[in-house]
């Protein structure tokens, strides 16, 4: 007999933990199904972001950042080291401990909010009686019942067409997060947000790196002026970075990937690296899903239909996170999750994908919120632009850290802020500002007339706020 639940939710990445959470806040019955193993087959919730995106990459990313520094940075500050060396396997078990961290963290919240949890693969069997029932396949199968289901399945690394992914020579986010040696050469297809990153890791680690990218610009969705500060800082950190490619061929073998392509000029290359990582897009996870067995409806991509609300097809079923339209982004998956439970509640929240900020963590971080400079010009919209660079803060000299600069663009009729585009050191942090000024229609005069702590970073917003008026005072 199935096990009777208010709410179920199928996936426990961000939006599904989320979901979940606030759920049972509201006071629902919920019950969560998730499928993720550790080493030893144990549960492991979190989705890709726990496991093989976010938080892996991040901890790899600071022990990177911490031997380039050791090696290229500590001798300006009179820091002399010898014998440098990187222990990788120690590196990448340090990666471990973080993701179990937070794996046990997800389990703590749920027992802590009371949620019953689930480990294995969770599927749609029937809808019946206003109910829908799902299965649970794995160690311990189960059948349970509710009358909400929140459906936060997440997606999958996209593979290059005649080159699977082998997690061993070409691979995806996954594969690259557990390369066990510091290759000599590495290529990466594809210039978004896990390209870059994983990259500048094992770039900072002493791997030959060459990015490998179809389009003519770099970082496409970027504004291009903070693109093209990018491209030059890469650049000069030794990525090697060839737009507008078209790959040709990729052969795998136990020596490494042979790639033919054609340059941005039409001419034939090719190019031979140990490892391979393949950072194309993401594709919704669905299948095993059975949406068929209930009627949910999945577009021709497979990403399940919802409206703005996150109302599928059916009653009473929603979808977030990944699996849905939208920035593939954990923390939009998140306010997508919390909402659909208020909505589940009968209250009335929003989530406005215009305020969704965008990090890429590399060095220098590149964040934005908000429209670009080009989508402007597109739309025909008025607007004025205010720069700062951070060569002209205090705080980021002391840092050692000047590269890049803070975009600030408004309305040039209202000072509405339109978009906040930030390249430089720390800007993970320092978007959190720009988001929170857009959420409340804050003016680019309303940001110049805070008070900013000196000597800090975020004086670069305000300046740059001031510069949208022509009136930045430090520079």
């Given at each position: 007999?199935?096990?009777?639940?208010?709410?179920?939710?199928?996936?426990?990445?961000?939006?599904?933990?989320?979901?979940?959470?606030?759920?049972?806040?509201?006071?629902?019955?919920?019950?969560?199904?998730?499928?993720?193993?550790?080493?030893?087959?144990?549960?492991?919730?979190?989705?890709?972001?726990?496991?093989?995106?976010?938080?892996?990459?991040?901890?790899?990313?600071?022990?990177?950042?911490?031997?380039?520094?050791?090696?290229?940075?500590?001798?300006?500050?009179?820091?002399?080291?010898?014998?440098?060396?990187?222990?990788?396997?120690?590196?990448?078990?340090?990666?471990?401990?973080?993701?179990?961290?937070?794996?046990?963290?997800?389990?703590?919240?749920?027992?802590?909010?009371?949620?019953?949890?689930?480990?294995?693969?969770?599927?749609?069997?029937?809808?019946?009686?206003?109910?829908?029932?799902?299965?649970?396949?794995?160690?311990?199968p189960d059948t349970l019942s509710a009358k909400h289901v929140i459906v936060a399945t997440g997606s999958n690394a996209r593979a290059l067409p005649g080159a699977?992914?082998?997690?061993?020579?070409?691979?995806?986010?996954?594969?690259?997060?557990?390369?066990?040696?510091?290759?000599?050469?590495?290529?990466?297809?594809?210039?978004?947000?896990?390209?870059?990153?994983?990259?500048?890791?094992?770039?900072?680690?002493?791997?030959?790196?060459?990015?490998?990218?179809?389009?003519?610009?770099?970082?496409?969705?970027?504004?291009?002026?903070?693109?093209?500060?990018?491209?030059?800082?890469?650049t000069k950190q030794g990525l090697k970075i060839k737009l507008g490619v078209k790959i040709n061929e990729v052969k795998a073998s136990a020596a490494g990937a042979?790639?033919?392509?054609?340059?941005?000029?039409?001419?034939?290359?090719?190019?031979?690296?140990?490892?391979?990582?393949?950072?194309?897009?993401?594709?919704?996870?669905?299948?095993?899903?059975?949406?068929?067995?209930?009627?949910?409806?999945?577009?021709?991509?497979?990403?399940?239909?919802?409206?703005?609300?996150?109302?599928?097809?059916?009653?009473?079923?929603?979808?977030?996170?990944?699996?849905?339209?939208?920035?593939?982004?954990?923390?939009?998956?998140?306010?997508?999750?919390?909402?659909?439970?208020?909505?589940?509640?009968?209250?009335?929240?929003?989530?406005?994908?215009?305020?969704?900020?965008?990090?890429?963590?590399?060095?220098?971080?590149?964040?934005?919120?908000?429209?670009?400079?080009?989508?402007?010009?597109?739309?025909?919209?008025?607007?004025?632009?205010?720069?700062?660079?951070?060569?002209?803060?205090?705080?980021?000299?002391?840092?050692?850290?000047?590269?890049?600069?803070?975009?600030?663009?408004?309305?040039?009729?209202?000072?509405?802020?339109?978009?906040?585009?930030?390249?430089?050191?720390?800007?993970?942090?320092?978007?959190?500002?720009?988001?929170?000024?857009?959420?409340?229609?804050?003016?680019s005069e309303d940001i110049g007339r805070i008070c900013h702590a000196h000597p800090t970073l975020s004086e670069a917003i305000k300046e740059a706020a001031l510069?949208?008026?022509?009136?930045?005072?430090?520079?």
């Amino acid at each position: 007999m199935a096990q009777e639940f208010d709410v179920v939710v199928i996936g426990s990445g961000p939006g599904g933990q989320i979901a979940a959470i606030r759920a049972a806040q509201l006071g629902f019955n919920t019950a969560c199904i998730d499928e993720w193993k550790n080493e030893k087959g144990g549960p492991a919730p979190g989705g890709t972001c726990t496991n093989v995106g976010c938080i892996p990459s991040k901890a790899l990313l600071q022990s990177s950042e911490h031997f380039e520094h050791a090696g290229h940075g500590f001798a300006d500050h009179g820091i002399g080291v010898s014998g440098l060396t990187i222990d990788v396997t120690k590196m990448l078990a340090r990666k471990a401990a973080v993701v179990k961290q937070n794996n046990d963290g997800i389990l703590y919240l749920y027992r802590k909010n009371k949620i019953t949890f689930f480990h294995g693969r969770g599927s749609f069997v029937k809808a019946e009686g206003g109910k829908y029932e799902i299965a649970v396949a794995g160690g311990k199968p189960d059948t349970l019942s509710a009358k909400h289901v929140i459906v936060a399945t997440g997606s999958n690394a996209r593979a290059l067409p005649g080159a699977p992914f082998d997690e061993s020579t070409i691979l995806s986010n996954d594969g690259a997060l557990r390369i066990g040696a510091v290759p000599k050469t590495l290529g990466v297809i594809g210039s978004g947000v896990i390209g870059l990153e994983m990259g500048s890791v094992w770039r900072r680690l002493g791997a030959d790196v060459t990015v490998l990218e179809a389009l003519q610009t770099l970082l496409g969705a970027v504004d291009e002026q903070v693109a093209k500060e990018a491209l030059k800082a890469f650049t000069k950190q030794g990525l090697k970075i060839k737009l507008g490619v078209k790959i040709n061929e990729v052969k795998a073998s136990a020596a490494g990937a042979s790639l033919a392509y054609s340059d941005a000029a039409g001419k034939a290359q090719t190019l031979d690296v140990e490892k391979l990582i393949v950072s194309i897009g993401r594709l919704p996870n669905t299948i095993g899903l059975n949406a068929e067995a209930v009627g949910l409806t999945l577009d021709e991509r497979g990403f399940i239909t919802v409206d703005s609300d996150c109302k599928t097809s059916l009653p009473n079923v929603w979808a977030v996170g990944d699996v849905v339209r939208g920035p593939m982004l954990a923390h939009k998956a998140e306010e997508e999750g919390s909402a659909v439970a208020e909505r589940i509640a009968g209250q009335h929240p929003h989530v406005d994908f215009n305020t969704v900020p965008w990090v890429i963590y590399t060095s220098p971080e590149i964040a934005w919120v908000g429209q670009t400079e080009q989508q402007l010009k597109a739309a025909a919209r008025g607007y004025k632009v205010g720069t700062f660079p951070f060569m002209a803060n205090g705080r980021a000299r002391a840092m050692g850290d000047t590269t890049g600069l803070v975009k600030v663009i408004a309305d040039d009729k209202t000072d509405e802020v339109l978009g906040v585009h930030i390249v430089g050191p720390m800007a993970s942090e320092l978007i959190a500002e720009a988001a929170m000024a857009m959420e409340f229609k804050a003016s680019s005069e309303d940001i110049g007339r805070i008070c900013h702590a000196h000597p800090t970073l975020s004086e670069a917003i305000k300046e740059a706020a001031l510069a949208v008026e022509k009136r930045a005072l430090n520079f």
